[in-house]
Every structure is written in structure tokens, then in C-alpha cells.
């Protein structure tokens, strides 16, 4: 996995909680993340056993392909963390916008964790003072390095922010997008829409196979990563644009804007019954739904095979080893 989420209890323990509760259970490593990631915990033990903890409630690590990481530090409140000292060994704290009375010069770090911190190339504070299962709250504080970091999907790069989604298995994402590819069989005269579409990776990897791709994306910090990753790839047959899809289809269909082809890749409560609407309305020729809730996307499939279509195959798609999650890919054909 590239991203970890990890709890913070107020003892300054480090893990997740049990299935079903906010207990939390302490690890010292997982095994399905990147090697690095137990590292950056390490220092977050040696830091707490220091501290102690007064305000951090998740850390949560990003991990590229080339083993960049970005660190975002979730906090109850604004006030400072004095973490960067042990992370930057020898740095002045007021470069780094972190107010601590903790003298990195005379910190010292094993030589195995010393050598790593070079590969941090951003660390963010987040704030989040609200009790909810939402981890992150609306405001970032940037308070080392990157605003972003860059990661890949096949020949595609991708800026990659703190809040932005990414799927979290690299090598089995790759899979997954080369089977929308195949399930769109696209001719490259096509106008296909990308509902959903984050920051653009689906958009951006099938765009070599058609005339014209549409992403529609309702969080906007989202199309802006997006558009930047047009830039980043040198594409030019991708339109990005801001709003609730159920909202945007039609408009399109109003332009005379005839779309061949739909990709939906929706959260796990699926997609909008209004939205089903405006796609069925919007009359494509094919379906490709991505999907992480088998319970969601059946209900889905449901009504799209009432209203004219047929599913042709599902394909699972292990994103998740070693739980009980699974990615669907389904190639849905309109019934001539």
C-alpha cells in the first residue's frame, strides 16, 4: 500500500483500532505498507516517549513508487508539534514555520532511520478538532518541503496532495485501469465521460484511446490537481470540470455533446439514484463501473438492467490482500 492511516491514542500510542470500536490496538509494524513507513513510526515512538501526546490524533504517510514520502500530522487544534526536529537533524526551526524548545542539534537518530529522512520530501499538519469518523479537516498547514509529491500509473505521472485520492495498491491499480481500457474498447473516435474522476488518473490513462474525454469531479481542490496533471503529462484531449455529474451530463447532452462511452468510479455508497438517471438519459453505448462495494454496485447494476443495459463481465480485483475488500471492474453494454 502507498498510504497508511495510522491512530494516536492520548498515551501516545500508535496503531488501529479494533473492528467495530475506538480501542486501539498497538503495532510496531505492517506488513502491508511500504518498509519505510515503520521507520517514520519509529520516530513518532521516540518522539511521544519524549512528549508525550497533547494533540495528534492520526498520522497518516504517503509513500511514491520511487520511495518519496509525505507525512500529514493530524491535530486536534493549531498548535505547533515540535516534530521536525526529529526528522531534520541539524535544521533551524523558524525555516521550518515549527516553534519548539527542542534542540536538534543535539538529537541523535540510529544511523538506519538517519539515513531515510532525505526520502520525506513533504510534511503537512492537518487540523481536525471534530470528533467524527472523518479523519482530515478542511485546513492543511504546510510545514516542510513539497506542496505535492509525484507518483505513477503505468506511462502517467501524478501530483499527489495531501487530501487527494489515490488508489492505494500501485501494482494492482495498473491491472485494474488496463481492464476499464479493455472493457471500453475504444476505436479512438469516441467521447467518453469520466465520472468521479479525482484528480484525473482514469481520465488521463484512457485518454490515449479516445477522441475526447470529459472528467466531471465535484471537489474542486480535486480538478485542480487534475488540470495540473494534464500539464504534468502533456495531454490535450481531456476536459476537466467542476460539479456534481448528475448535474454536468445533462448539460453536455444539451451542448450536443454526444458521449459514447461512461467510466463511473464512485465512494463505496455508490452512485446517485439521479445520477443513474442522467446516464441512462445520456444514452452511452457502454458502461464501465469501478467499484469497492459489492452491496453498492449490485443495487447499481440492478437499476442500469432495468433501463435498457446488460452486464457482459465482472472482474474482481484485488486491491486489498489480506482483508476483506475487494475492487470490482464491470463492462456494461446498452441492449441494441
Known amino acids: 500500500r502507498n498510504k497508511a492511516n495510522f491512530k494516536v491514542d492520548k498515551s501516545g500510542e500508535i496503531g488501529y483500532f479494533k473492528r467495530g470500536t475506538n480501542n486501539l490496538v498497538p503495532i510496531d509494524r505492517c506488513i502491508i505498507q511500504n518498509p519505510d513507513t515503520d521507520k517514520?513510526?519509529?520516530v513518532f515512538k521516540h518522539y511521544f516517549k519524549e512528549n508525550g501526546n497533547k494533540n495528534i490524533k492520526d498520522i497518516i504517510i504517503r509513500t511514491t513508487k520511487d520511495g518519496k514520502s509525505m507525512l500529514i500530522v493530524v491535530t486536534k487544534n493549531h498548535k505547533d508539534i515540535p516534530i521536525l526536529p526529529y526528522f531534520h537533524k541539524g535544521v533551524e526551526h523558524d525555516t521550518l514555520s515549527c516553534q519548539s524548545e527542542?534542540?536538534?542539534n543535539n538529537f541523535t537518530m540510529e544511523g538506519s532511520n538517519q539515513e531515510r529522512l532525505d526520502e520525506i520530501v513533504s510534511i503537512f499538519q492537518n487540523i481536525n478538532s471534530k470528533n467524527t469518523p472523518v479523519v482530515m479537516g478542511n485546513k492543511d498547514i504546510k510545514l516542510y518541503g513539497e506542496?505535492?509529491?509525484i507518483d505513477s500509473i503505468g506511462e502517467y505521472k501524478f501530483y499527489i496532495s495531501p487530501k487527494s485520492f489515490f488508489q492505494v495498491n500501485p501494482i494492482q491499480?495498473?491491472?485494474?485501469?488496463?481492464k476499464v481500457v479493455k472493457y471500453l474498447d475504444l476505436k479512438g473516435d469516441e467521447i467518453v465521460a469520466d465520472l468521479y474522476c479525482g484528480i484525473g488518473?482514469?481520465?488521463?490513462?484512457?485518454?490515449?484511446?479516445?477522441q475526447k474525454v470529459y472528467g466531471v469531479e465535484v471537489v474542486k481542490d480535486a480538478i485542480e490537481d487534475a488540470k495540473e496533471n494534464l500539464k504534468l503529462n502533456n495531454v490535450d484531449n481531456v476536459e476537466f470540470l467542476q460539479g456534481k455529474s448528475e448535474n454536468i451530463l445533462p448539460k453536455l447532452n444539451n451542448q450536443g455533446i454526444k458521449i459514447d462511452a461512461i467510466?463511473?468510479?464512485?465512494?463505496?455508497k455508490g452512485l446517485e439514484k439521479t445520477l443513474i438517471d442522467s446516464i441512462v438519459k445520456s444514452n452511452p453505448k457502454k458502461i464501465v463501473y469501478v467499484s469497492c462495494n459489492p452491496s453498492t454496485?449490485?443495487?447499481?447494476l440492478g437499476y442500469l438492467t432495468k433501463k435498457?443495459?446488460?452486464i457482459k463481465e465482472v472482474q474482481p480485483v484485488d486491491m486489498f490482500p489480506f482483508t476483506t475488500h475487494v475492487e470490482c471492474v464491470v463492462e456494461i453494454r446498452r441492449v441494441k
Open 40 to 42: 517514520i513510526i519509529d
Open 102 to 104: 527542542t534542540n536538534s
Open 147 to 149: 506542496d505535492k509529491i
Open 173 to 178: 491499480t495498473e491491472i485494474l485501469y488496463d
Open 201 to 210: 488518473t482514469i481520465a488521463i490513462y484512457i485518454s490515449k484511446y479516445a
Open 263 to 268: 467510466v463511473v468510479d464512485p465512494p463505496r
Open 297 to 300: 454496485l449490485a443495487r447499481d
Open 308 to 310: 435498457g443495459y446488460e
